[in-house]
């Protein structure tokens, strides 16, 4: 028998995915686990949930978030190992196996994570959408396809996500958990380059998966991609690494942008000065914009197949970039005011 293994879930009011992400979780092929579930003051009957399966739960008395309820878990957890996923994820069955092989292999200072399968619980268009975009970004630095395991390190990630995250559970401990007066989002990636400048191995298995249950719409796709960047631009201003190919906030997305607002330029100096010669240019930023972005349409095109990968294409070039920059405008003038708030004026 392994090592024993904690399975950590927040919580909070995720009674529609709570039930699969637990039951997931109990029908690992790993026989040394425990599931604790932390529920963060959940208002939506997801306890009632909890309460119906074989696992540990875990009642906050108040209201913390994410980290918190990690924290919680991480400190009430036997197990060796801490492998953490969020409670709209369902793990895959050997996704426990592989992450106690690898933290095996790798040493107590490796911090193992996994990723989205490319195809996600729910087949929309704009769920299967991310869950693609997601499993591309966070692999492509690996080589080696889903599914395929051994002992040999894999490339270290800049971060690594809470959807599937394994490590010692000492050194978590050591590390002092998730930071709580952090961001809304975003406290893996605090907590990964943290663990990192401590001496931590970040590694990428490709074959710890998990299932995500998105249940996007084209507003809720938008409205994450505005999200998630408003608060990355924050942490990556504060962090100094704005321009780093990390993860989802890629080189290709970063690319993807200026190419589509070079684009946008194009054609406003086309209708305001009436000279179609700006127009010439947009060939070329089309061209540049699918060079740049082939690997992730093959991984569209693998996933979904031609109709799927042509309407991704479209979308992610012509429609994606407008929340992303949105989102990076915000970010930039919040910065800029809570910059001129603290400055004292000159008397």
Not at 187 to 192: H, I, K, L, W
Request: with cysteine; aromatic share 10%; charged share 20%.
């Amino acid at each position: 028998m392994g090592k024993s293994i904690s399975v950590i879930i927040p919580n909070y009011n995720g009674a529609a995915t709570i039930g699969p992400c637990i039951e997931a979780a109990l029908s690992s092929d790993y026989k040394n686990f425990e599931v604790i579930v932390v529920d963060d003051c959940s208002s939506d009957g997801s306890v009632e949930i909890i309460e119906k399966y074989p696992c540990t739960l875990v009642r906050l008395g108040k209201h913390g978030g994410a980290s918190r309820a990690r924290n919680a878990g991480a400190l009430r957890g036997r197990g060796d190992i801490l492998f953490f996923t969020d409670s709209d994820c369902l793990l895959t069955r050997e996704a426990l196996s592989l992450a106690a092989e690898a933290i095996a292999g790798g040493g107590p200072r490796v911090i193992i994570g996994g990723t989205y399968t490319p195809l996600p619980y729910d087949t929309d268009f704009f769920s299967t959408f991310q869950s693609v975009f997601i499993h591309y970004s966070e692999t492509k630095k690996t080589g080696r396809p889903a599914g395929h395991a051994d002992k040999h390190p894999y490339d270290s990630p800049d971060y690594l996500a809470t959807h599937a995250m394994a490590m010692d559970a000492q050194t978590f401990r050591d590390s002092g958990g998730f930071r709580e007066d952090f961001l809304p989002i975003l406290e893996d990636v605090e907590f990964s380059h943290r663990a990192a400048r401590s001496g931590c191995l970040l590694r990428m298995d490709p074959g710890i998966l998990v299932r995500h249950i998105f249940n996007f719409t084209l507003r809720k796709s938008l409205h994450n991609a505005y999200k998630k960047t408003y608060y990355w631009i924050l942490y990556s201003l504060e962090n100094k690494d704005l321009l780093a190919d990390s993860g989802t906030a890629s080189s290709e997305l970063k690319l993807n942008g200026i190419f589509y607002l070079l684009t946008l330029l194009s054609l406003c100096l086309a209708l305001l000065a009436g000279d179609p010669r700006f127009l010439l240019s947009l060939p070329v930023y089309a061209g540049l914009t699918l060079f740049c972005s082939r690997n992730l349409l093959a991984a569209f095109h693998k996933a979904g197949g031609g109709r799927f990968a042509f309407l991704s294409a479209l979308y992610y070039t012509l429609l994606y970039p407008a929340p992303v920059w949105a989102g990076t405008t915000a970010a930039v003038l919040s910065k800029i005011l809570n910059r001129q708030h603290r400055t004292p004026r000159k008397s």
